[in-house]
Every structure is written in structure tokens, then in C-alpha cells.
């Protein structure tokens, strides 16, 4: 029940997000204030779940009683985190965090004498599969002889910041750029078995994030993957679940995805029918200096791509045959727009009688800042998840979850899940799921929401749960 | 369990959304099919909850089973109700429809032989209480002496309309003009007696529609009121319970309203903090001419306001004192418009260390098309929670459910609720708590969304329901 | 000064651009009503500024004074026009007006009989230059056995058009198919003498387009090209001015480009600086269609993407160095949109002490609507210029105007000028020469707009012109 | 030809717009440069066009030749310029800049050492003319017995600020609160010796921007209204003309209104008929705060909504009868906003066929950064009108403008005009009139845009003008 010392490490710690999110932490532990043209400023947590979302956790009267997730569960405290990581760039986190264009320039000299001292290490990179244009930052990348020196590098990195920080336990997430995908073949990526000996034998198709999930793994550490690439392979599944090592992906899910799948769940629960997404964006980040390369942006367009489906095959009044709509995801890279990224949407819709809804959206979506409470989010909920048994029935041991930890969903683009297990993007199911694991945890009820304490007259109960189970419904 | 032969009848029949509910029902009952120039149409139930939208009913091996509403509860089919209803205009259904400007030319046309017949009865016209613009189409107006006898008057058309058409049942649902509110006075308005007095002593602060409401309950019929007025004074809540009957309000939630209280959700459950929303609107139809007179305004305007404000106060944590937030509404008559409703939102949010998030939406709703199967959802539902009995615990007898039917509130603006029944806003657990008791109807399991049957190795259960009652967990 | 009798020969007559056009002249021409769901309608010119945009002819007394284009100059009546073409596609134009999807179902149904024995002669396809897409459409094309038989068969085509009709005069128009940019090359596109030898020769890059235009040329007939390739390679330019025919061109600019090159305007003369211009388009009619082949949208991208560089390069204030400026242009083929193209645009700019301007744009551009009254706009200035010889200084005779047309700029994405010409893409100036242009023939003087006539107290002038040259200023 | 020596005193000076000026001028002239997120920022004058646009001044070969307008004539440098004036509030010039909320705050760090010093004179206030809740901010007022010693004491100030500063003029502009409209009346507000009159006998409809427009003229200095009230009454122009002064008004053009009368260009020019203008705005500054209030949003409402009559006008065709449109304005006050004004415009218009075109706009206007180099261009265009001189035709003596100089309307909403000259409002045609102006002075002709000298083979001219004059054109 207590909180472990937990260390992360990033893979692309000097990036928009790596260095938004260690400067946000620092700001938050360090209580410090600083100016902007609207006056003073207070650090916070804004847009992480763990810290700033709440759920009900019950009725006080008629007055419904909420709680934030980090009172109902003991996560890790985020200002005690302790943070590292690999870049291949090797400028200190606050050259990093300046390059970065992201924060206040008053909070960036605030913050300055925290982390000039912070220098990531040297970092994999196979340079095939990121963009060209990320060449000119690479200098602070390894130089071993072949693959399986690198996958021990990293598993040396992890031990020595582990050591060195005295920390209980690390979690790694890749914030990295997107690579692109690998291409996945029999006998190399299949197997734990194949993968490793690919790694052996240098195999040009395993990708730098593989190695770092490989290495992860093998030091029986989360692996949280925060890029739409195809890191997490069949292999590295397979030798997760047998080092019972959890892993996480893919892709955050911040901006245009996150409401996207919000507002399926809207029109489609309203019985109205999707006709049309046109998902247009553009950012000025190194994100999307990465993105402009072509195969860089396949990767993310798979990602966002198919985040609707199963809520269009859940309607099959809507669409009966077939749930294929028009779905168009572009990404450009403007630089003038910095890390404020722009996302354009249009939606069309059928109602009524054949008629058209069409929805525009306009979405100024501050990208790294967005993004850094939900690698927070991911790695205190994986964190977590490692001190979740259960025992179900009639098991005689606890038991954890999956190692495919599909239930972060919420928190990613495209949930990874394994074979058997259905595939939700509903951004209101994933919530809601979450959130009722927590609250099971926490011996709460799940919330049927229907309120029917309140709206059966004669008998008033303390509890939804209660009322629901005991009444009886004639129709 | 069979469907009842039921009628609607509509106050405010000629109008916009009357006469679009009308011909759509016509359209699919008749099976109409026509032309515009996207070639041929067919008629559909597109945006109506009962009949389009659906509901996880459970799992076949990894996938996920959903069905509509009406495949899980026997509600009326809409193709057999008989409509009817009051206008203070006498067009006939067929001009009304063509002065709408709401359906395609050449369904209008193939409508016209069922509808021009269908002319609507002499309505209670109180003009005080409407916006003087709405004068020149008055020329259908009862012309009673006093208000008594327009309750009697609007009694006798409610028994008649049902012998008539030799119906089990009547549905009545006002979505005549938005008036303005009356001002609620103790000896008034406060209880059942005294509304009663004030009746017949015509006292000049008893709208209009609260005589349909009062005519309504007399005749133990349902009342439904789709605009924002507050038609359901105390008094005539009082008279519901005392005659058993259901009343249900106020105001569609069709367009701006139902997706702010979408994204209100997206926002506060993601943990970030909405610190403004303004929201304009403009229209060209006769709701948007009745509502350019002030006092018609302020109705709607109070019904839109508040539509989020229990969502910010759950959350403690972005609104530890006050959920005061810039919230603006604007709704501006512009004829060029019709009946194609612009909704434009602006929502701007602090994020993560006080970074700006800004969200703007176009919203091109058709008023009326959006509105039209709402207004069936309102008739299909409130006529279903007329054949629901319960009975919890050691209950004797099997009840009905609180008159003040808040369960409907999806499909409001304002969701009227008894005074001891909590407020909810929020789209999705509207949504949610309609689905689970329909589901509970009929016998089905709550989904709590955790999918925890297929993320718990050792041994796979049938029911996510059974899963979360029999685990043991331990954090 | 009298009109002469005037014939159009359209390439793709039955595209959605060439029914909207020949469906519009005869609505006009015979004065058709009809009906949508909005009421009666009465067809008009709107749109084109020959028929319905005004210009200053001076003032009386302090009222300034407008006339219409068609009022200041003879032209052709767009209803005496006399409408042929080609098409790849057999439909007459009754089914391909409703293939088209554009006008509304009433109007369609009473076009029909006009226009169903209206039937496309056989078009030039060499299949290369455009989309794969488009093969299912060919069924109406020539099959000669090389490329001057072709050429042969369009002179033909274009004889028997004016003989068959009694036509005084004919104007060719491309409004087909985008075709890819052929490789201009030495020896083939570079003289007019090559270039006829190249199509003897069956060269495989003269593209089909060329075709039409050297035909058009060797029949003295005017060829305006309404797309974006380089049909008018150097070669064509030559033929045109050796025979003394006028060409035009590139593309219509109907919708995005045109207001980009009137906000360009309007920011560059406020001096504020733009930093990028991010158009996103999406439309879903056939040009869609042929625009999602990468290398026709390259002909488009290519059209679009210069047409503000001019005018940012005119500020030497705002530009020191270099006019870069990020400017990105998508196209996107998204079925559902139809003809109802969607234009989003964002334009940030710098302005005082380096705050950000952001300014966003969802058009709802109706594709072939605003297309119709350029083509025929295009049609009848380029005809009017026909009629236009001037004598300079002590010439001795008569001459017409550069072949290469710059002054219909105002019509066109690219406007195609002569190599010693300045390319001019802002709008108002392009408005602004082409109705001096006319004034001038009609002996009026061009506006300076000064008003001083009215600000120059103690005598007041008659005219502006006359006002500025007899004024002197002492600064 | 040499500059004089210029100061501007601002009434208002301490409001966002006056300590943006200040600031700005003071960035500039000391060449100060600062940080915000994006790194380092130097100083630019961006949205004036007097240093930061350029107009054409001819040819040199094929290449257009553009100077900036402080080029073409002798303005006075805006660095040179010294600043003073009156406020409400006794901040000073610092505290206020801080107050505003504008300028980045390391600029605002830098600038404190100048503007620390600067503190406003005492104002006058009327305090109902200007919105209750600018109550709290008025502790700097003058408490004169009457209203003609408040003139008395501004005419003192003004004297006193010359004479301090050795200055050969000033300029008094006004960018303080909108005030509601005076109440014009016969035998108060119409002749100046009414008006003077009525200022001796303290009449309450005598508002306090009046008493300064009186104060400026009696002291032979130009006054400037930058607010929409109606400050310039018959009196106040009368007045301006015996003394010789010039006046200008109303409204300084920055954001919507500016960019509504380029785009009322765009559609009238282009033949489409604009059909509905909406224009919502919400801002959260104080000048918003005071708009809130309802008789200071009338003043705005009004400068506002007629400024795209004269261009409907001026097309006969599209209005054959009548200009009127759907032109709503709204203007909501969102403190959140801050000075980051949102200006919302969606634009419908009927085009071809009656086809519809929608133009939706989204304008993050930062209001005080627009405004300020307004503000700059109406001081130094308005100075150098007072160096203009002419003499027409015959006249013996020089004259200076008519003494409403309605020249400065590219910068003014509301364009005040004298009796008996045009209106004009399009943004076009007031920028090419100014530059024309100016043209003249410098000794260049005017460009007809024409470009005949590259068009008109044969021989080619030196000159556009000379091309017209000699030309002889027979169509």
C-alpha cells in the first residue's frame, strides 16, 4: 500500500515532452512560481487523471460525493518521481527545455539551475528509421559493434540509475520521435525466441525502440510505449508475458484522437450516423520536422486512423453492412506554429430524414503540454498496476493483469491489447473502465449511474449498487 | 409487455419541428422515397435513441454484442402513432410543412396528400406570454372567457382525439413557441389547490402551456414540455403526483447544449480546467423569431446556462471553491438562416503549468430534423416508463416510477428533477443511466466497462458482471 | 460594337462545371423557375463580373455613380451563346447534370428536356495524363492512329460547330480533367515548330490538352485553359502569336486561391507580416476524384501555391530577404463532401512587437456554382478582347493586345503572362486593371480614388482626374 | 519638408491601448529586445502603414517598384515622437502596462525603468457617459466646478506639455472608454456658439470627450477619436473649421470591421450577394468591461453596423432595391479572454443559380497590438495633413483639406466625413485613395494597375500613366 521509490526513464528525454514533463515535475515539487504576461503563476497538474480528474465514489444525501483518483488509490506522488533517460541529442535539459519552445520564458530561467545538470545518455539509434532530418541532432548515440551490445548498454543504464537513486523500481516510456514502422516478418519478429536472435545477429528490422522494450523487459521494468510505431512486436509480447513484465502502447493520446473518440461516442450513442472525418493538423515541433518524412507519418496515420471503428460497429442500425466512412488524417509540418499544434476537424453527419450535421472543429492543442501529464498518468497507472493482484473464483493465488495492460487506453492512441481481448477506443468506456478497476480496488461499487435511490419512491437506499440488485422490474 | 395504440398529440402542431415529425413518421410509415439532388432518398430514424442507437447487451467469445433500445424493451412502434395537436395557426399540415422550409422539395410533395388534411385545433393563445412578432400567425386561438374553460376546452379535444382514433393511450408534448417565464408566486403558483384557484379566477400569471399541463394531468395523460418556460410550476408537480401522472421537461437538448454537455465531460473527466465557453447561435426559423424578443430569450437562455455547472462542481481538485467560469449565451434571429441552427462555441481551458487550451466549434445543426426524433424519444420513453413497476426490497406492491421522470433528461436541456434527486448534465451518464435501467428491464447486467474477463488470466468468465462480484483484489 | 453571334466549345463538357454552366445559360436564357425545400427560385448570373459586379463611373453630385461591366461595354449576352464540347464520357448532359449532384432535384427535372439531346462529341484521351481513376468515364473517346489525326478531328469538330450553328465566332475552354504537368523539353515543347513536329512524331509528352490548343490556334479561335497544367508550353505560346490568337490561362480561380490572394492584400498593405498560409481543402465531385492521383494534385499544388509570392515580395519592409514564408496546400478526396468543396485556411501572421494574428477560414465553397460564372466571364472577356485594337502615340495601325491574355489574371489560380510582363495574383489589383481596362475603351477615366473633388475646399472639380492633374502640392 | 518636433497626448493614456503605444515607441527608440518562449525578440513597427507597408511607385524594367510610405514623404519618426496625457486612474505608465496584460512579460521588465516615471494628468469624467464599473478605477480626476473650466484646464495642460517638451506641435487622440452617444439637440450640440454655450452653462448632455475635442481645436491642435461615440457633433465640427484644426474619427479600424470591409470588396466585386453578416466578439479587457454595460455597446454597435452599406450599395444588381441584409453584431465582455480578442464572422451570400456560399471566420485578434500602430499612422498621417497644401486650377492661394479629414478612413470604422464627400468604407479603396494622396504629393503618378506599357505590343511605354493618356482605344 505504500508507495514505491519509483525512478523513470525516458527515451527521448531532451525532447518537447521529455523536458516539459521534468520541468513540470520540478516545478510542482519545487512549489515555484514564475511570470507570464498574465501575471503570476502557480505550478499544477492540470490534464493528468491521477491528479486532477475525479470520480463519485458515492451520495452523501442527495449531494453526490467525488474523489480524485489519487485519493481513492496510493500512486506514486509525482514530485518524488525521479527522472533520467537517453536522448541523442546531447544538450543538458535546460538547453533542451529552451530549444523546446514550450514554457514561459520565466519559468525556463526559474528552472534553469535544476537542469543544466541534467544530461541524458547516449541514446540507440539506428538512423533508418527516423526521419533524415533528425540527423543533425544525433550526437550523443552509441557506437557498439551490433545490437545485442546495445540491448546490454540500456539494461546497464537502467541498473545504474536504479542503484544510483536508490529507487525501488523504474519504469521506461519511449517519448521519442515515431519511427517508422518496421516491417514485421516470420522468423524475426514472431517469437521471443526469434527476436532475440535477431538482435543477435544485427537484423536491420529491429528498430532502436525494440531494443529499448527488449532491454526494459529483460530488467523486469514497464515498457510504455508513447509513439505510434510498432515497437511492441509479437516477440516483445511474448517475452513480456514470460518475465511477467507489463507493457503499454501505443501512441498518447492527447489532442485530435482524444476528443475524436469522445465525439464518436457522442454521435453515435444519439443514434447519428458518421459519414465523413477529415482530421487535418499541423505542428512546428521537432514532432513534426519527424513527421514530414513519409514513413514516419505512415506510422501515425495507422494510428490514428482506425481509433473509430469499433464504436462505428457497435451501431449496426447505422451501419449495417459495413463501417466504412470517409476518414482522411493529415499531418504538416508548419514551423511557424511551434509546439501549438493545430487540429482541424470536420465532421458530417446523416440524421434525420437524410439531412446533413456537419461539425468543425478548430482545436489549439499546446502539444508537449498536453502530452506530458499523460506520460505522468501512464507511468504512475503502470506503476500501480504492478501492485494489483487478484484471485478470482476459486484461484488459490493472486494473480496480476494481463501484461498487455490494454486498460491505459484511455491514455493511448491505439490501445495495444492482446489477441483476445476486445479492442476499445470509446474514450467514455475507457474512462469509465479505469476508473471502476480503481474503485473495485478501493472496495467501491461500480456506478450503474441510473440514480434509481432517488427516482423509486417509497423506499429510499443508500446505495445505487444496493438498489439495483434488490428491486425487481416488471415491463 | 405488448405496445399500446398510442396517440401524441403536439402543442404547436404547424410548427417547425410538428410538422418535420409529422411528415417523418408519414415518410417511414409509408415507406416515401424521394429525390434531391444527391439522388434518391429513403426515410430512416437516424438521431432517435430508441430506434438508431444501441446498447452493449454482452459478450459472444471477444466480441462485443450491442442492440437498439427497441429490440431490448416492446416500445411503441413509431409508424403507429396517431398524431394530432393544437396551433395558433390553421394551416394545414401540408402548408405548414411547406412554410417550415425544413424537407427536401420533393418529399414536401409527396407528403402533401397525406398532410393537408391533418388541420391542427383552436389553441390557447395567451399572447402576454409569447413574443408580439408571433401576433400575425395567430388566427386559431380558442376564445374563452377564462382559463378554466380553456382547461376544460383542451380536456374535451384530449378525450375526443382519443375516442376518435380509438387509442389506449395519449402523449402530449409541447413544442409550440418558447414563452417567457412566469413569475412564480406563493398563493399561485405553489401548490396544486392554489393553481387550481388561480385558473379560475384567470389569473393572468398562468401561461398557456401550464393550462395544456394541468389539462394533461387531468386527463391522466403524460406532459412533456420541450421548451425552456417553466410550464411545471411547483403547483403543477404537486397535481402530477396527486393523479399519478408523468411529467417530463424542459427543452430539447438537440444541437449546442447536448454537445457542450459532451465535451463539459471530455474536459473535466480528462482534468482540465474549462475556464470560459461562449456559445453563440443564429437562426432563421420562427423559434429564432420568437426568441428575438427579449423575454422569450431570457427563458432560453436560463436553460442553457447552467447545463454544465454540476459537472465542473465534481470536481474539486480544478474548482476547489467556486465553479464560476465565463459562460455566455447568444442566440440572434437571423432570417437568411432557416432552419439550419450555426452553433459556435468557443471553449478555452487552463492545462498543464497554466498553458491555454482552445477549442472552437461550427455547428451547422438543422433545428428541426435534429429535433423531430427527440420529440419521438421523449413520446416512446415517457409512454414506456408508463408501463414500468417495481418493487424493491420487502415492497408489497409494485410501483411506478417518481412522477418527475428526470430519467429522460438525455433528451433535455434542463432536466426537471424532483427536489431530492440529484442534477445530472452529463451526456454520457444521462445515457448511461437510461441504458442500464432499460437493461435491467430486461433483465440484463450493467456493463462497468472494465472488460475485466478478458484481462485476468487463469480463468476467462462469461459476464463482466459475475467477474466483478466474485473478485478479490488487493492493492 | 455589335455582339457577333458566339459559340463555346467546352473540353469536358459533361463534367459537373460544363452541366452547371450549359444548365445556368438555359435557365437564364429561357427564364426557368423552380422549386427547393427554400421556395420558388428565378436563375440569375450571380457570380460573374460581367453580368453582376459593378464598377465607379463617376459621381453625381456627391452620389458615386455604378454601372455593371455588360452596361460599359458590348458584350455577348450570355443567353445568345451557342454550347458544344467534347467529353471523355458518352452521357448526354441530362445524365450527367445528375450525375453531377449540383443543382437542385426541381431545376434538374426541368433542365432535362433541354439538354437530353445535347451529347459530347468524342474527346482526345491520352489516358497518361490523368488519373487512373477516370478509365471507367471513357467511353466516347477519338481513336486515331497518332496525335495530328487528333488534331485533325478537333478543327474538324470545331468547323462543323460554327458552320452547323451559323456562328460568327468560337471560344474553346478547358474545363476537363486536371491532366499531370508534361515534361517541358527542348526540341519538342520549346517552338511552335518543334512542337508540330512532336505531334507528328506521336511524341508521348504532348499531352492532350495541347492538342486542343493547337487546334484552337490553327482555327483562329480563342482557347482559354481552365485547369492547372502546363498545356501552354512555350510552344503553343509561339503558335498563338503567330497566328494572332489569344490564349488564356491557368485555372480558375474560384474559391480558396481568391480569397488567399485577397487576404494577402489585405494583410501585406496593412504591413503585417504573414509567416504561413495552411489551406486545406476537401471536396468529392470527379475533379476530387482525379486530384487524389498524386501526380495531377502535383498540376494543382503547383497552380496554388505561388499566388501570394508577388505580393509578399512587394513589401521590402516586411520581407528584407527572402519571401519564404510556410504555405502549405492539401486536396483531399472525401466522397461525401460532393461538390460542396471545403476550404479551411489558417494565415498567422507577425504583427506589432511580434504578438501572433491568427486567422481562420472554413469556406464552404459550392465547387461548380462559383466555376459557371467564371468560365463564362472568361468566355466573354476574352471574346470582347477580340474586339479591342489600339493605336499608341504616332502608330500608324490598329493592333490588338499581347496574345498571351495576363489581364483575365483576376479569373485565374496562375494567371499566364508573356515573359516581360509582371505576373500581378492580388486580387484587387487584378480587378481594379481589368475594369480600367474597359473604362478606358469606353472613354471613361480610370478612379484614383482620392474623392478630392470633395476634400479640396474653395473650388470643387467635376472630375477626379482632372482634379489631380491641375492640382499642385507643396509637402 | 522637415519633420516638426511632435508630441501626441492620449486621453486614456494608462488603458491597454496608451501603454501598448507608449511601450512600443519606447521599445523601438531605444532598440530594446527581450525574451518570451520563443526566444529573443527585437522591436518592429508591423501593422503601421506609414513604416511597415509599401505602395508601388513604378517600374524599373519588368520589375514592380514599392517604397514604404515614410519613404515616399516626410512623416515624422514615430521614435521622435514625445508622449503624453490624461487618465482616469493615477497608475503609473508601468503599473498600467502590467495591468493590461499585453506585452510579453520580460518586456515588461524592461520597460518599467521608462514608464515608471510616466504618470497621467488629471482627466475629466462625465461619469455617465462611460460604464458604471469604471467607477473604481477613477481616482484621477478633475473636480472643476463646471465644464468650461475643464476646458480651460485641458487647454492648459496641452500648453503646458508643449512648452515642458519644446515642442512645435501636438496631436490629442482619444483611445479612453467608449461612452454612450451624447443626445444631439438642437440649440446645444448644433452651432459651435450653441455648443460653447452650453459648455459654460454645464449641460449634462456635454460629454467629456467633447470638452477635449473643444480644448484641442481652441488650442490649434488636431484631434482624433478612436472611439466609436458620437464625440464630433455639428458644433465640434464647426468649430474645427473656423479655427482652421482637423478632426478625425470615428473608431479606430483594427480587427472585424477591418477585415469585413476588405471581404464586403471581395463578394460585391466577385458579382456574389452577400446575403447575412454575424459577427459575434468577446474580449476581456477593460475596454470589454465597459462594453458590457449597454449604453456604451450601443455607441460600438452603431460605428459598427452601417460600414458595409455604401459598398452594397454601390451594386445595383445584387440590390436592385434595397441594401438590406442580415448584419448582426455582438460584443460580449469574457474576462478570460483578456486582450486576446475572438472575432467571429460567418458571411452567407447567394451565388449562382441561388446557391449558397458560407464563409465562416475565426480571428484571434490581440486587440491593444492592432490597435497601437493604428494609433501611430492616424497621428502621423494626420500631422503630415497639416504640412499639405493646394492650390487648384486658378486658385491664388494655397489651401490645406477639407478640415474632416475622411482621408484617414482606412483607419476608422466609422469614417467621419463632411457633409457634402462620399462615404467610403471599402478597405480597398480608402488604402489606394491615402496612397494615391500621397503619390501625388511626392510627385508620382497614380497606377491604374493596368500594366498596358507590358501588354500593348509594338512599342512599350516608360510610363502607365503616359500609356493611358495616349492611347486610343476602339472596341
Redesign the interface.
Known amino acids: ?1 505504500k508507495a514505491p521509490k519509483t525512478g523513470v526513464m525516458l527515451v527521448g528525454w531532451g525532447g518537447n515532452n521529455g523536458t ?1 514533463f521534468t520541468g ?1 515535475i520540478l ?1 510542482n515539487k519545487h512549489n515555484i512560481t514564475w ?5 503570476e ?9 491521477t ?4 470520480t ?1 465514489i458515492g ?1 452523501r444525501g ?3 460525493v ?1 474523489l ?1 483518483l489519487n485519493k481513492i ?2 500512486f506514486v506522488d509525482p514530485n518524488e518521481l525521479v527522472i533520467g533517460g537517453w536522448d541523442i541529442s546531447n544538450m543538458n535539459l535546460a538547453q533542451a527545455m529552451r530549444r523546446a ?8 530561467e526559474k528552472l534553469t539551475p535544476y537542469m543544466e545538470k541534467m544530461v541524458p545518455l547516449k541514446a540507440v539509434y539506428y538512423k533508418d528509421f527516423i526521419a533524415a532530418n533528425q540527423e543533425t541532432r544525433a550526437d550523443n548515440i552509441l557506437n557498439n559493434a551490433n545490437k545485442m551490445e546495445d540491448v546490454e548498454q540500456i539494461r546497464k543504464d537502467i541498473r545504474e540509475f536504479k542503484k544510483a537513486n536508490d529507487l525501488d523500481k523504474v519504469v521506461i516510456l519511449w517519448t521519442a520521435n515515431t519511427e517508422r514502422f518496421c516491417k514485421v516478418e516470420a522468423g524475426v519478429h514472431d517469437t521471443a525466441e526469434n527476436l532475440m536472435k535477431a538482435v543477435e545477429n544485427n537484423h536491420p528490422e529491429v528498430s532502436s525502440s525494440t531494443i529499448y522494450a527488449i532491454a526494459s523487459i529483460l530488467e523486469n521494468t514497464t515498457y510504455i510505449n508513447g509513439s505510434p510505431q510498432n515497437t511492441l512486436v509479437p516477440g516483445v509480447i511474448e517475452l513480456a508475458k514470460k518475465n511477467d513484465v507489463f507493457i503499454v502502447g501505443d501512441d498518447f493520446k492527447s489532442g485530435q484522437t ?2 475524436k473518440t ?2 464518436a ?2 454521435f ?6 458518421q ?2 472525418v ?1 482530421s ?1 493538423n ?1 505542428l ?1 515541433n521537432n514532432d513534426g520536422r519527424n513527421l514530414s518524412s513519409e514513413a514516419q507519418f505512415k506510422s501515425k496515420e495507422i494510428s490514428k486512423k482506425s481509433c473509430i471503428d469499433d464504436i462505428l460497429a ?5 451501419f449495417p453492412h459495413s463501417i466504412k ?2 476518414h ?1 488524417i ?1 499531418i ?1 509540418y ?5 509546439d501549438s499544434k ?1 487540429a ?1 476537424d ?1 465532421y ?1 453527419s ?17 502539444d508537449s ?2 502530452a ?2 499523460i506520460i505522468l498518468d501512464l507511468i504512475l497507472i503502470a506503476e ?1 498496476f504492478e ?7 476459486d ?1 488459490k493465488e ?2 496480476r ?2 501484461k498487455v495492460l ?2 491505459l487506453g484511455y491514455l493511448c492512441k491505439a490501445p495495444l491489447t ?1 489477441v ?3 479492442l ?1 477506443n470509446s ?7 479505469l476508473n ?2 480503481f474503485k ?3 472496495g467501491l461499487h ?1 456506478d ?5 435511490e ?6 429510499k ?1 443508500n446505495d445505487s449498487k444496493q ?2 440488485e ?6
Request: with cysteine; charged share 20%; net charge neutral.
Open positions: 500500500m516539459t513540470g516545478a511570470h507570464n504576461k498574465k501575471g503563476q502557480t505550478p499544477n497538474y492540470y490534464g493528468s487523471i491528479q486532477a480528474s475525479t463519485k451520495c442527495t449531494e453526490e467525488y480524485p488509490m496510493p519552445e514550450v514554457l514561459d520564458y520565466n519559468l525556463i482524444k476528443i469522445a465525439l461516442d457522442f453515435i450513442n444519439a443514434g447519428i450516423k459519414e465523413s477529415v487535418y499541423h512546428g457497435s451501431n449496426k442500425v447505422l466512412i470517409d482522411e493529415i504538416k508548419v514551423p511557424f506554429t511551434g493545430k482541424i470536420e458530417m446523416s440524421i434525420f430524414l437524410n439531412g446533413n450535421h456537419t461539425l468543425v472543429l478548430y482545436n489549439v492543442c499546446e503540454l498536453l506530458a501529464p500501480m501492485r494489483i493482484w487478484y484471485k478470482i473464483g484461484q493472486f494473480t493483469f494481463n490494454s486498460t492482446d483476445d481481448c476486445p476499445v474514450l467514455g468506456r475507457q474512462k469509465e473502465g471502476n478497476i473495485a480496488c478501493a461500480c450503474d449511474n441510473t440514480l434509481l432517488f427516482k423509486c419512491p417509497v423506499q437506499q438498489t439495483q434488490n428491486q425487481q422490474v416488471s415491463a
